[in-house]
């Protein structure tokens, strides 16, 4: 079946580290990938998505790359700064399952100053 | 901006009670979701919506049943809550299309089953 991995957290970093977050997929054919954020106290929001192989989706400094080879989608950013700090979710939806989401675990990011 | 609204941030019942939890889009979607959200799970489709009256099982649909009878309105059900039910619940809503369309997601409902 379809299912997303992501790395456990939580991550802990200082500001103007450099993150990486993994995330692995297991799907059957082409699905599409996201990456969505939730800030303390809120509902979730879009970061970033990519649909198809070799796309690298972008927003706010934090990208990532579509991996088919690799089945892999981990998000990245340069330069982490405090209002960073949530819990970052990738999902991923195929194209005959009705627009549902799967999930993974989640990963909280904490950025100390 | 999108916006889906959840009837109460923040909610406590007694086990045994039923329990609606309310969700409005206002950006005419066809399709509605709630989910729960629990630490180390991620979050799990509970039931979905993709038109009027029309539902779909999710992942986890034991013990909740769900209503859409207006476009902009899905309603959560638990009919017995139970304290295995203690979590955030969170709705969604999109438009209908391809895979690549976004989720609009609400603030979420922490619900404490006691």
């Known amino acids: 079946g379809n299912s997303v991995t992501q790395m456990e957290g939580p991550v802990t970093l200082s500001e103007e580290a450099f993150l990486t977050i993994n995330c692995t997929y297991t799907?059957?054919?082409?699905?599409?990938l996201f990456w969505y954020v939730q800030y303390p106290g809120e509902g979730l929001q879009l970061l970033l998505k990519a649909t198809k192989a070799d796309d690298k989706g972008s927003n706010k400094g934090f990208e990532a790359t579509y991996r088919k080879e690799t089945t892999s989608f981990h998000l990245e950013k340069g330069s982490v700064q405090v209002s960073d700090s949530a819990v970052y979710f990738c999902a991923l939806r195929r194209y005959n399952q009705g627009g549902k989401l799967i999930f993974g675990q989640g990963t909280e990011l904490s950025v100390k100053p | 901006d999108v916006k889906v609204t959840q009837s109460s941030r923040y909610l406590v019942k007694r086990t045994g009670e039923k329990v609606f939890l309310e969700c409005v889009q206002d950006m005419d979607h066809e399709n509605m979701f709630w989910y729960r959200q629990d630490p180390g799970l991620g979050l799990r489709l509970i039931y979905f919506s993709y038109d009027v009256k029309m539902k779909e099982k999710g992942d986890i649909p034991e013990g909740y049943s769900v209503s859409r009878e207006k476009k902009e309105r899905f309603s959560l059900i638990l009919e017995s809550a139970s304290t295995n039910q203690t979590s955030m619940y969170l709705c969604?809503?999109?438009?209908?299309?391809?895979?690549?369309?976004?989720?609009?997601f609400g603030p979420g409902t922490r619900l404490l089953v006691l």
């Open positions: 799907a059957t054919g082409y699905p599409s």
């Open positions: 969604a809503s999109s438009i209908q299309g391809t895979p690549a369309v976004t989720q609009y």
